[in-house]
């Protein structure tokens, strides 16, 4: 297979449509058996709940070509599982685990031309998605629903790659307590978008998102979980329920403590002991582990000692290690790795 004639390291996180998108359709109470499709554009109904009502979900995972040439994907069935939880949250039927995985593979497989190639820097950046496809005018939520699978090849998410950002506390709020945060709802995204803007527009590259309720304690960005690193080398991830349970941070706290022999914890942390730690840095697919140089709380600037050069050493051990797991080059933990071809 030849693949496509793109400049793959200098690919950003943007949209590129490519061949294929796998789609289904729920109508009658069951899902349609499903089918690759060459048309990237979708025609609904005016009234179809995701416009009104945004109901819709979705994920984010990505296919790499490994060392020796094969395309993987990683921890697929969690994203399954979690988009089944974020369905059941917004009264969407669940779209079964083993079906999932079967269309992730076969729309990677339909676009293999499009994974970049080993060593570019960048991979295939794979959207699961599910949305409200009937009629409702009444809140309430739809009778028919549309699930599909796009697929773009990507570089990484924040300019510049691997060096580190600069972050704000932001002064919007992401979730709710007992709210939706800690699904993948398109509604996070949406009200996130003005807080976003208005970080770029500060210069900032994200926001770093306090709890509702007290604002004294760490959330996560518009896209990504917190790690951060003490003095003594322990890894700390927040814990709260109103944040997205992270499949990289959960990959990472595993990689910490059995490929690394590091400590882990997490814990509540409030934004108050963040000075404390001597790294901190943002995970998540899209974002993989980026570094964070500095966070801005108002004025006050919080700058880790790992500094705005370089990853900070703990931070690059977890990249390096949970990379190399992706990429092939180290061995993964049994079951990680879904070999698609
Ligand atoms: N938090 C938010 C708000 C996200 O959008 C994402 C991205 O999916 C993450 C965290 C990281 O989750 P994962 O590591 O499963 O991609
Ligand atoms: C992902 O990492 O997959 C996400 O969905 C985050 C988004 C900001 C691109």
């Known amino acids: 297979m030849e693949k496509k004639n793109l400049d793959w390291s200098n690919l950003g996180f943007q949209y590129i449509q490519t061949d294929k998108r796998y789609v289904s359709n729920y109508k009658n109470g069951a899902w349609d058996e499903g089918c690759l499709a060459s048309d990237a554009n979708i025609v609904l109904n005016e009234c179809a709940g995701v416009f009104q009502y945004a109901q819709t979900v979705f994920e984010g995972l990505k296919a790499y070509t490994t060392e020796d040439g ?202 108050e002991e963040v000075p404390e730690f001597t790294e901190c840095g943002l995970c998540g697919t899209a974002a993989v582990v980026s570094p964070v140089g500095k966070i801005v709380d108002h004025g006050k600037e919080i700058c880790f000692a790992s500094g705005m050069e370089e990853m900070g050493p703990v931070t690059k051990k977890l990249y390096d290690t949970l990379t190399g797991i992706q990429m092939g080059r180290i061995e993964a933990p049994e079951g990680w790795i879904h070999v698609i071809e």
Do not use: C
């Open 70 to 271: 094969k395309i993987v994907t990683f921890r697929p069935d969690l994203n399954a599982e979690r988009m089944i939880d974020s369905a059941k949250r917004l009264e969407m039927p669940a779209f079964p685990k083993e079906r999932f995985i079967d269309a992730v593979t076969q729309t990677v497989k339909a676009n293999a031309a499009w994974v970049p190639p080993f060593g570019s820097g960048a991979t295939l950046y794979i959207r699961p998605y599910m949305f409200g496809s009937s009629p409702v005018i009444g809140v309430s939520p739809a009778e028919e629903y549309q699930f599909r699978i796009l697929t773009t090849p990507v570089g990484p998410y924040f300019k510049g790659g691997a060096k580190p950002i600069t972050i704000k506390v932001s002064d919007f709020d992401r979730a709710a307590p007992h709210g939706t945060g800690h699904i993948k709802a398109g509604l996070n995204y949406a009200m996130s978008l003005h807080a976003i803007v208005t970080a770029h527009e500060e210069g900032y590259a994200e926001n770093m998102y306090l709890d509702a309720a007290t604002r004294t304690k760490v959330e996560e960005t518009g896209g990504a979980n917190f790690i951060f690193v003490t003095k003594d080398g322990k890894v700390v991830t927040p814990k709260s329920s109103s944040i997205l349970p992270s499949i990289t941070r959960r990959s990472l706290l595993y990689v910490a403590k059995e490929y690394l022999g590091l400590e882990t914890e997490e814990r509540e942390v409030t934004l």
